[in-house]
């Protein structure tokens, strides 16, 4: 059975994004979106529900962004396809035999992760469509503050009739791209997440710059299919972002698979070579080291996309080249917006991005909405394991002031992990001693990504450990697990 959402069978002519709804040069818009990832997107659908006319500038081919065409989405398909191959590894553990030697077929695996990517820009096709949206093919500039109470953003590559786009507000929404090391160009051997999700067949070996979400996903991906992998971090430990104990986690279980991990190492000279690349660095004792690979992935970081959008001639205000914003998403330049990867103080990441233009609308609207809590972003990376996190870690509580209590969980004690071979990991608490409230969930190890979702909402409506011990959770379930450390908060686990 088809799990696609109806809708994403809608066909639309293959045309650039801009034609699915034409605009007119006298129209004034309620909204004009820069930018069609999942913030502008999201802003956009949100915009038209509540009953604003709405412009969708986008320059690439399709709409969809990062997230669609070069990051969430196909990263987590391959990450799929990489999980099916593990378990194929085991199948006669799973009783599963007369399955042989399994063979990669990458080219299908690419082919797979294309058809995704195309089903979903189908379907976002068919939301603006559906939502009357002019989505318009081009580049987006803003020409300066409003005239009369009105923008004016000069599209270049538009159609004629939409290479001035009038608008009573503007949502920045640009996104971001990757960042490279000073002098470095990507190429067939130094790969961006752009390229690697394109490359012709599994390398031999793959050396990753950065430790960050979308460095460990790669090094998690061609683990599975057999890359010799090799991971160079400058910061003290992987997953910087994420409370110590979980980067300590994955860096063991990373290690277990035979992933070499490198921390504290600060990347000199990328060069090429015959066969590849070589990667000089000084280790953490401050050592000269190299490694020779077919690839070097560089995942150092995204860069937020604000020039040559006109900000120089508006009051917006950067913030280490990234757009400051208040509660409401609003720039300090009237009527100006902006969402997504390009804002300052919030993580990169698509979720943020979306429910950030849904905020920006109904500020525009004037209908009711909840700003972000920075503390309530959840944070998922879907390596093997899988790591879900929201809230304070165990250091930030206590840099808060908290009088912290934790209680830790190993996934071991749960039967569900044991049905589904998957004992590493833990799911840790960081609660306040006081009133018993729940500051940070931090999970490692399977389906980690799921099972935060209820941690969000413990979060959201101020749950506390007493009222959590006492929340029936069905069994076997992994997120069972979450119960126990609840229990353990308490030194009451009931499985360990
Ligand atoms: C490999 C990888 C994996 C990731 N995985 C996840 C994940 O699992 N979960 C998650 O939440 N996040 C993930 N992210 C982050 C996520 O992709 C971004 O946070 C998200 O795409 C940001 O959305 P956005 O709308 O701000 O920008 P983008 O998605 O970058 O979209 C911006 C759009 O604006 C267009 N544009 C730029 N300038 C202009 C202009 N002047 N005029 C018109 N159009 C313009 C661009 O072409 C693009 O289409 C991942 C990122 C990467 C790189």
Redesign the pocket.
């Known amino acids: 059975m088809s799990k696609e959402r109806p809708g994403t069978e809608f066909h639309l002519p293959e045309t650039k994004s801009g034609t699915t709804t034409g605009a007119s040069p006298e129209t004034i818009y309620d909204v004009a979106i820069?930018?069609?990832?999942?913030?502008?997107?999201t802003a956009a659908i949100r915009g038209a529900e509540l009953g604003m006319k709405v412009a969708l500038?986008?320059?690439?081919p399709r709409?969809?962004?990062?997230?669609?065409h070069?990051?969430?989405i196909p990263?987590?398909a391959l990450l799929f396809n990489a999980e099916i191959w593990d378990h194929l590894k085991h199948a006669a553990e799973f009783g599963i035999a007369g399955i042989g030697t399994p063979q990669l077929d990458w080219a299908a695996v690419l082919n797979r992760k294309n058809a995704i990517i195309t089903k979903h820009v189908k379907g976002l096709e068919f939301l603006m469509k559906k939502h009357k949206i002019a989505v318009i093919a081009?580049?987006?500039?803003l020409t300066g503050p409003a005239q009369a109470g009105v923008h004016t953003v000069a599209?270049t590559g538009a159609d004629a009739g939409a290479s001035q786009i009038k608008a009573k507000n503007v949502i920045l929404?640009?996104?971001?791209?990757?960042r490279m090391l000073p002098g470095l160009q990507p190429d067939s051997s130094i790969l961006t997440?752009i390229e690697i999700l394109s490359i012709d067949s599994v390398p031999r070996s793959l050396i990753v710059i950065g430790a960050g979400?979308?460095g460990v996903?790669?090094s998690s991906i061609f683990r599975s299919f057999g890359t010799e992998v090799t991971i160079l971090e400058f910061l003290p430990r992987v997953v910087p972002v994420e409370d110590e104990e979980i980067s300590k986690e994955l860096t063991r279980l990373f290690k277990k698979r035979g992933i070499d991990v490198n921390t504290g190492a600060k990347v000199e000279k990328v060069e090429k070579t015959a066969t590849g690349v070589k990667v000089s660095y000084t280790d953490a004792n401050g050592k000269p080291q190299s490694k020779e690979a077919e690839k070097v992935l560089v995942a150092v970081g995204?860069a937020g996309?604000t020039e040559?959008?006109g900000l120089e001639k508006t009051k917006v205000e950067l913030e280490r080249g990234l757009v400051k914003v208040n509660e409401n998403q609003e720039t300090a330049e009237p009527g100006v917006y902006a969402?997504?990867?390009?804002v300052s103080g919030l993580p990169?990441?698509?979720?943020?991005?979306s429910m950030a233009g849904m905020v920006a609308v109904a500020k525009i609207a004037g209908a009711k909405f909840r700003p972000l809590n920075r503390n309530r972003i959840p944070s998922?990376t879907?390596t093997e394991p899988q790591i879900g996190s929201v809230g304070l870690t165990e250091a930030q509580a206590k840099e808060k002031g908290y009088e912290v209590k934790v209680g830790k969980f190993p996934f071991a004690g749960n039967s569900k992990a044991t049905i589904v071979g998957s004992h590493d990991g833990f799911v840790k608490i960081v609660s306040d001693s006081k009133y018993g409230e729940i500051l940070g969930v931090h999970i490692i190890g399977p389906q980690a990504t799921e099972i935060i979702a209820e941690a969000v909402a413990v979060l959201e409506l101020e749950g506390t450990v007493d009222e959590l011990m006492y929340t029936i959770h069905a069994h076997p379930t992994l997120a069972e697990s979450m119960l126990d450390a609840y229990g353990a908060v308490e030194g009451m686990a009931i499985n360990a």
Request: proline residues 2%; aromatic residues 6%; glycine residues 22%.
């Open positions: 820069i930018g069609g990832g999942p913030a502008g997107y500038i986008d320059n690439a709409l969809g962004g990062t997230c669609l070069v990051g969430c990263t987590k081009g580049t987006g500039r599209v929404a640009t996104g971001s791209s990757a997440n979400a979308v996903e790669f995204r996309l040559n959008i969402i997504g990867d390009i990169q990441l698509a979720h943020v991005g998922c879907y």
